[in-house]
């Protein structure tokens, strides 16, 4: 195999289709699409986490503005905490528009995190996503089956292979050429939109945050620059073992479909038709069973509430709960929120498992599939995947955990032991400094090694299809045939 | 004669059998998702049927003497019951919960309540009979028009065709026309299977779901009977006729969605969940008579129950809850404006593009758009009132809560309404497809 020879199939290649006035039709159009898909993301991107700001400011203010009061009522005035996207999330909105962006936190009670896009939606939202990813991943294959579906199919029909290979030139050659050359014009499309989010990072540099954001470029730009190679040999590969460049677009196409569209879809769906979500009821009835079995604060008559009272009176030897040296309905708040945070903890994990083992279809679907591989690396990677949004719940749990046990250690030691219960009027308060002594949440990006983590096995399958795809050129010009 | 020789020449070909075979197939395979969407909806409204009742057992049960405190515990559930047409075009019914359960106290603070999903099947979207209408039968059409004119040119039959016929126009129609009826059979078997696995009712809005899908079909043949006339060749109708359908189905969509989002934000929504909490909240620390006063003036009929303003009581309580509701009622209005210039925007552009239209026409008659979700959710908060007059005068009374017949309070169901006007649903597929049409005429005159 000489360079040579392969320099110049690839240079010829790039002559020969950029020489048509129609692929620079095609190049304007994908620029514009670039351009338009840029400025409508960043736009949303800051008007969203200023409405995100804004209105964590504006909770916050108004939390810190309570008067002295009793602190069980501060635990169940609460705090919100808004999701903030990442910057990353400009390039790709990932699972942006489904997660839901507010989630109200108070004491004893798990909220939903509500207010999602697609919630609002139209149900327009459900035909996709017009986002710079989309272009890449969906939009930019395509140009790349077009300008390439010929390559070498009508060198076949019009009989210049065989003169080519008579000359001296091999297969290998010729297909690794022209790989290389549609690769090359693959990134006449895919450098623009690198330099837009290049752009846009140095534009909302943020060093108080430490989210690794060039490292993860840099993932993503090597996978994209990996797949769209893949791409380009497919399309060589293609175009080599069809005898027609017709019949090399329709299979080109069928593939298309087949892996961006139809498999997809098909593998979330079988996810969700294996394992299935149990109903909000079911889900809630669990927890509240579990709950009554362990210890309902509610019941007057519960046993364990009853066993622990006696235990606390026997360690402080007391016979009422106004002569212990603390507030007792704070001490058993406590405990509840103890066991039914931990009740519901365990009940969402297994949740999310059932969650992650629909998508675990998806996941390894990417082993066949190079389409969904590069998604999973390109919504992981910027920070918009299903794990980032996990985490965030449960960074919200932390803190509405922390937020309720706070303020029940407040009632035990600030309010006097002699009151029994009842939380209102301006008898038995803690004073305001205290509310602001609690932090705000702080919605805190994920961490890379965890997105590393969930991105590993698509990474890896990208480096598999890129292996793979080598092979297959290799193979492919042993067996290839002139005619 | 003619008709049965187009015929044989049409399914002649392996790739078209292939792709008749698997459209059915993914047809069938919709309806089997959908019938399974519906199932957990019936499965969830029998669940939320028998634990209501042990629900109110166990609260009676414990508070029996404190009605104000068992209200703070008890849900209601409100049902939100699908039309079995929502089995073929599941819309917005995936990510709205269709069985809500509420409490008496601050509404806005339970009504966006989502239930428990996936983000990452809602991204993916749902594989259902209407996914398999508007985005792979408009592919099977380009695959079975594309090279209905260039074949015979390709083939030299063009000229033999040219002399024989009587008419070229009334050739190239004829050879369609045995495609549309293709087509139409796979629609109608898919149909049949629809009807019989979804158990849907032979109504009117059945024969509008599936008329309105002939009528699409039909704009995607007299868009393919436009760029064949051109008489290219085979490769480059393909090619022309998949763009339309890249730019009609993904890239069009997308954009507008990206613009009425960009044009349109909420920040609505979150002010109203701030204002709610702040209305309620807030009230803890205030004037009770002042708070008592504010629920006076919006229900006048509980002012017998006077001023009871020492210590904790439920009047109070619960007008503090009342306030929730009514001190967000500016932000809520907002909210609510938002969402229906959203809504208009986007049926307006949709009226334009056919896809878009027929996605939210079939959403719109199975049930599941977003207006009628937004219908839902007023009448979940007309159920909600009804139970908040029903149990005040109760609690403020402080009855015992063994006087009250709880089973008698059990499920309620809600039933969408369709309002899609006949002209206005037919109407933009109608025009796109004779505007496609009158494109046509004058390139058949050079034919």
């Known amino acids: ?483 | 004669m003619l008709y049965k020789l187009f015929l044989q020449q049409c399914i002649r070909s392996k790739e078209v059998w292939i792709s008749l075979v698997l459209i059915t197939l993914l047809g069938i395979v919709g309806i089997v998702i959908g019938n399974k969407h519906l199932q957990r909806q019936q499965d969830a409204i029998a669940e939320v049927k028998t634990y209501q009742e042990q629900h109110f057992d166990r609260q009676v049960s414990l508070h029996n003497d404190d009605l104000g405190l068992l209200l703070y515990y008890a849900k209601f559930a409100y049902i939100n019951t699908l039309n079995p047409l929502a089995g073929l075009s599941i819309g917005q019914s995936d990510v709205h919960p269709t069985v809500k359960r509420i409490t008496i106290k601050t509404f806005e603070a339970q009504k966006y309540d989502t239930d428990l999903v996936n983000p990452m099947n809602l991204q993916s979207g749902n594989l259902d009979l209407s996914f398999v209408i508007i985005y792979l039968f408009p592919l099977l059409v380009i695959v079975l028009t594309f090279n209905a004119v260039s074949e015979e040119t390709e083939t030299g039959t063009w000229r033999l065709v040219a002399i024989q016929s009587k008419s070229k126009l009334r050739f190239i129609i004829s050879k369609l026309l045995v495609r549309l009826i293709l087509l139409y059979t796979i629609l109608i078997f898919l149909f049949f299977i629809a009807k019989l696995v979804l158990n849907l009712s032979m109504d009117v809005q059945f024969f509008w779901v599936f008329g309105l899908s002939m009528l699409y079909i039909l704009f995607w043949f007299t868009v393919s009977f436009f760029i064949i006339s051109f008489k290219k060749s085979s490769g480059f109708n393909a090619l022309l006729l998949l763009s339309v359908w890249l730019v009609l189905i993904i890239l069009l969509p997308a954009g507008i969605n990206a613009y009425v989002t960009s044009k349109y934000p909420m920040p609505e929504a979150l002010s109203t969940a701030i204002a709610q909490r702040d209305g309620y909240h807030v009230k803890w620390d205030t004037d009770k008579r002042a708070t008592i006063e504010k629920f006076y003036q919006h229900y006048p009929q509980f002012k017998k129950y006077g001023y009871p303003t020492d210590g904790f009581n439920w009047l109070w309580y619960y007008a503090m809850q009342q306030m929730g509701d009514d001190d967000s009622k500016k932000q809520q209005d907002a909210f609510n404006k938002k969402i229906t210039l959203r809504e208009n925007k986007s049926n307006q552009i949709a009226s334009i593009i056919p896809n878009m239209h027929l996605q939210l026409a079939f959403n719109q008659l199975a049930g599941t758009s977003m207006s009628q979700q937004l219908e839902y959710l007023n009448a979940t908060d007309a159920f909600h009132e009804k139970l908040r007059l029903f149990f005040y005068p109760k609690i403020f009374e402080g009855k015992l809560a063994n006087t009250i017949d709880w089973n008698q309070l059990v499920p309620e169901y809600y039933k969408a309404k369709t309002t899609l006007k006949p002209t206005k649903a037919i109407a933009p597929l109608m025009i796109a497809s004779i505007v496609m049409i009158l494109f046509s005429i004058p390139m058949i005159k050079r034919l």
């Open chain 1, 1 to 483: 195999m000489q360079w040579a020879n392969i320099r110049l199939f690839a240079g010829h290649f790039w002559r020969n289709a950029t020489a048509l006035k129609s692929f620079y039709l095609l190049l304007l159009i994908f620029i514009l699409l670039t351009a338009y898909s840029a400025v409508s993301g960043i736009k949303n991107h800051i008007t969203q986490n200023n409405i995100r700001q804004e209105h964590q400011v504006k909770a916050r203010q108004s939390w810190e503005a309570n008067p002295d009061k009793h602190p069980h009522r501060m635990a169940h005035f609460g705090t919100f905490a808004f999701r903030i996207q990442p910057t990353l999330g400009i390039f790709d909105y990932g699972l942006e528009s489904f997660t839901g962006s507010t989630v109200f936190l108070e004491a004893h009670r798990q909220n939903s995190v509500n207010f999602s896009e697609a919630t609002f939606s139209t149900g327009m939202l459900r035909f996709g996503e017009l986002s710079l990813a989309l272009l890449l991943q969906l939009v930019l294959p395509l140009i790349l089956f077009f300008t390439g579906f010929s390559s070498v199919a009508r060198d076949k029909q019009n009989g210049t292979l065989k003169i080519l290979l008579s000359q001296g030139a091999t297969w290998r050659e010729l297909l690794f050429g022209k790989s290389i050359g549609l690769f090359a014009i693959s990134l006449l499309f895919f450098i623009p939109i690198l330099l837009v989010v290049i752009i846009t990072l140095l534009l909302f540099e943020n060093p108080e945050i430490n989210d690794f954001r060039w490292l993860r470029l840099f993932i993503i730009g090597t996978s994209y620059l990996i797949f769209l190679f893949m791409i380009s040999s497919i399309t060589v590969i293609v175009s080599a073992i069809s005898n027609a460049p017709k019949n090399a677009l329709l299979r080109l196409l069928g593939i298309w479909l087949l892996l961006v569209i139809l498999l997809p879809k098909s593998a979330q769906a079988m996810g969700n038709y294996w394992f299935p979500t149990p109903s909000k009821l079911a889900f809630q009835s669990a927890i509240e069973k579990e709950e009554i079995q362990k210890g309902d604060s509610h019941n007057p008559n519960d046993p364990h509430y009853n066993h622990l009272r006696d235990s606390v009176f026997a360690v402080h030897n007391v016979t009422k709960v106004t002569d212990l040296p603390f507030n007792y309905s704070g001490f058993v708040m406590r405990e509840g929120e103890k066991i039914t945070s931990a009740l519901y903890r365990k009940h969402h994990a297994k949740l999310v498992d059932i969650y992650k083992n629909q998508n675990d279809v998806t996941r390894f679907s990417s082993f066949i599939n190079p389409f969904t591989a590069i998604k999973l690396v390109s919504m992981t990677m910027s920070g918009t995947d299903f794990s980032s949004y996990i985490d965030f719940q449960d960074k919200t749990d932390d803190y509405r955990y922390q937020l309720s046990q706070a303020m029940n250690e407040l009632q035990m030691e600030y309010i006097s032991p002699k009151k029994e219960s009842g939380s209102e009027g301006k008898a038995h308060v803690v004073g305001h400094e205290h509310w602001e002594d609690f932090q705000d949440f702080k919605h805190e990006p994920i961490a890379f090694t965890n997105s590393m983590k969930q991105a590993f096995p698509a990474l890896l399958s990208i480096l598999f299809w890129a292996m793979g795809t080598i092979g297959l050129l290799l193979f492919i010009s042993k067996r290839a045939k002139a005619i």
